[in-house]
């Protein structure tokens, strides 16, 4: 039985050699997050900003965003945020997620303002999906909890790294993982997608998968050099890379696949997510190749690999 390969296990490709276009790419990556987050900021939910957020379906016909923004007006909300949805692809939109941030006359009452929303949906032929509410104060504590917990997600993963192999690859692990969940970041604050609790999951899930990958190249580059003591160390990064190549293409399409169902059909609740994931694997296959795997040609070869002998059987052969 003949196998489908998308990436040849035999590839020679010089990604070493094209360290350089890499790097252009992660500078204008950095300085696009960097400017979309300065001039835009994020388009916080309901998580970090406090408020009421309504999911509804309109039971029948489509839905009218000027008609119900003038009836919301009418109530004294006339700054709600108003997004529709399909249901399928190409559908007419039925679907309507409703947001108020919180103002001086709404803080802390926020079920009556539940309540006006509810009347005015139920009264026009909608059916209520969610709701839900955040105080100020809480909402607060979650942004700041929420940033503490991806710099120490990427510091534990450093750590790990480092224990696991040696710190010239946990600073490489370290760089690599904050360039994939910084710019992942960058990508709601240029898309405008809402940034809230499920994007902070999104963030520290791409920190568990970028790292991932990052490990298999490491791992393979430091076998490699117990069996070529001798090869330098652009070309060993070059061995273990295309080594590992498949298997890292292969995942991250396995990947993309699952997630672009969600994607498609998983409804406003779950679009931030699965976007930031799929974008997330992207970058975080390339960073693990033109960033992690690149630091290590600045950086002073790892002592105990240089010790190490090489495997039984594999000590002649290694010599060029």
Known sequence: MRHLHLVPNNTKID???????????????MVITVVAIWLQGFNLGIDFTGGVTIDARKTEGTIDVGALRDRFAEIGH?????????DTVGGDPVNVSIRLQPTEATAGNEQSVVKDVEAELVGSGYT?????????KISEELFNTGII???????????????RFEWQFAVAAFIATFHDVFVTAGFF????????????????????????????????????????????????????????????????????????????????????????????????????????????????????????????????AARP
């Open 15 to 29: 990604f070493v050699g094209w360290r350089w276009v890499g790097f252009a790419v992660t500078a204008i990556t």
């Open 78 to 86: 006339g700054d709600a945020v108003i997004q529709t949805f399909r």
């Open 128 to 136: 209520i999906s969610r709701i839900e509410t955040v105080g100020p």
């Open 149 to 163: 917990a991806c710099l120490l997600a990427i510091l534990v993963i450093a750590i790990y790294v480092w224990l």
């Open 189 to 316: 604050a240029v898309t405008q997608i809402d940034f809230d609790l499920n994007a902070v999951a999104a963030l520290l899930t791409l920190a568990g998968y970028s790292v991932n990958d990052t490990v298999i190249i490491f791992d393979r580059i430091r076998e490699n050099r117990r069996k070529y003591k001798r090869m330098p160390l652009g070309e060993l990064i070059n061995l273990s890379t295309n080594q590992t190549l498949a298997r890292t293409v292969m995942t991250s399409i396995c990947v993309a696949l699952s997630v672009i169902p969600i994607v498609l059909y998983g409804g406003e609740a779950l679009y931030g997510f699965s976007t930031a994931i799929l974008f997330g694997v992207l970058i975080g296959t390339y960073s693990s190749i033109y960033v992690a795997s690149a630091m290590l040609l600045y950086m002073t070869p790892i002592g105990t690999m240089e010790k190490a002998a090489p495997p039984e059987g594999e000590g002649r």
